[in-house]
């Protein structure tokens, strides 16, 4: 557990310009990071204990936030 929130673009600090122009022109790409968005802060809340879950329920959510951020990655790459 890192209680460390892994913002978009701290995780892919090189694409951080394309991250924003891909958020504003691509839908499909929007989508994706306001899914990992949300994500990524339900983790973070139950990571710091502000919204707790149970252990099985916060490795599921960690799991969808490691599988939209490599779907993220390979749009970005792209």
Same mark, same amino acid.
């Given at each position: 557990?890192?209680? @460390?929130?892994? %913002?978009?673009?701290? %995780?892919?600090?090189?694409?951080?310009?394309?991250?924003?122009?891909?958020?504003?022109? $691509?839908?499909?790409? &929007? !989508?994706?990071? $306001? #899914?990992?968005? !949300?994500?990524? /802060? &339900?983790?973070h809340? &139950? %990571? @710091?204990?502000?919204?707790?879950? %149970?252990?099985? @329920?916060?490795? #599921?959510?960690? !799991?969808? /936030?490691? &599988?939209? !951020? $490599?779907?993220?990655y390979?749009?970005?790459k792209?």
């Amino acid at each position: 557990m890192s209680n @460390t929130p892994h %913002e978009l673009h701290e %995780e892919f600090p090189q694409y951080a310009e394309k991250i924003g122009a891909l958020k504003a022109s $691509d839908s499909h790409f &929007a !989508k994706l990071a $306001d #899914e990992y968005h !949300k994500i990524n /802060r &339900a983790v973070h809340r &139950a %990571e @710091t204990l502000v919204e707790p879950v %149970e252990e099985l @329920t916060e490795v #599921e959510m960690r !799991k969808q /936030r490691a &599988a939209l !951020k $490599d779907e993220i990655y390979a749009y970005l790459k792209g």
